[in-house]
């Protein structure tokens, strides 16, 4: 059975980081393209960030460029999303995800294994 579990959620006030990380139990981890999708209340999952198993590559919404970096270490089967100077827009539950294609894509119907959530809410 794959797990997908996330941590790192929490309160945290405008301009502020949290750090969200996911363990997997993929085998092999190193073949999954991961990805970080995030719902608030009221509105639909929404694409934030993902890293292709092939290089590291990378793709961002653009809500989020520029602030938030994902990374992952395959020796851990750990993907990381660090979010730095948060906004109240950002309250979310954050869902890890994978897929075995090396497309860093956000369509989420894509994606075959997802977390329970995280949930990162930030006030102002």
């Known amino acids: 059975q794959v797990n997908l579990v996330e941590s790192g959620g929490g309160l945290v006030q405008a301009g502020g980081s949290l750090r969200l990380s996911c363990a997997a139990s993929?085998?092999?981890?190193?073949?999954?393209?991961m990805g970080w999708f995030r719902q608030a209340p009221g509105k639909e999952r929404e694409f934030v960030a993902a890293i292709s198993w092939i290089g590291g590559a990378t793709n961002y919404a653009d809500s989020v460029k520029g602030r938030f970096t994902i990374s992952r270490d395959n020796a851990k089967n750990t993907v990381i999303l660090q979010m730095n100077n948060l906004k109240p827009e950002d309250t979310a539950v954050y869902y890890c995800?994978?897929?075995?294609?090396?497309?860093?894509?956000?369509?989420?119907?894509?994606?075959?294994?997802w977390g329970q959530g995280t949930q990162v809410t930030v006030s102002s």
């Open positions: 995800a994978a897929h075995t294609s090396p497309q860093p894509h956000g369509i989420a119907s894509s994606y075959n294994y």
């Open positions: 993929l085998r092999p981890f190193s073949k999954y393209t």
